[in-house]
């Protein structure tokens, strides 16, 4: 992920994209700053964990830019989304409301009369299936619409 961020950013500049610059150089910190927290021996990250640093950096603009919008700062909240644009190039494919739907279904279907004390399991196991292609936040708002 880096070697592909370092080569990126390299384009950036050389293109004069200052933004993709800023945000690319963003990106390759946090991954290092993350590769030193969880001090492996090499220093890489696997492929899993960069993914997880990226889709938190995503996270963390949207939330930025749902802030900005709520104090009228439209013009920040542009600059956020194009942001999180930029980062979501670098993330799989995610999967949309009806996809995720289907396998919090299937979940609750195969547990045996679920209640909401079986949100935690049905998250978790809806998580693994789908992986780094879905919103944590989306699942457990389809898993609690489903429950209750």
Request: aromatic content about 2%.
């Amino acid at each position: 992920m880096l070697d592909m961020l370092d080569s990126d950013l390299k384009s950036a500049m050389l293109a004069g994209d200052k933004q993709r610059a800023e945000v690319l150089r963003g990106l390759k910190n946090a991954l290092q700053y993350e590769a030193v927290a969880q001090n492996p021996a090499d220093r890489q990250l696997s492929e899993e964990q960069s993914q997880k640093v990226l889709a938190r950096e995503a996270k963390k603009r949207q939330e930025a830019a749902d802030i900005y919008k709520e104090a009228g700062e439209t013009e920040r909240a542009k600059a956020e989304l194009a942001e999180k644009a930029i980062i979501e190039g670098y993330l799989p494919e995610q999967l949309d409301d009806a996809a995720v739907a289907q396998l919090v279904k299937k979940e609750i279907a195969a547990a045996a009369a679920p209640t909401m004390a079986d949100m935690g399991k049905i998250i978790g196991a809806v998580k693994q299936k789908a992986g780094p292609s879905a919103d944590g936040a989306v699942i457990a708002r389809l898993v609690k619409e489903n429950l209750s």
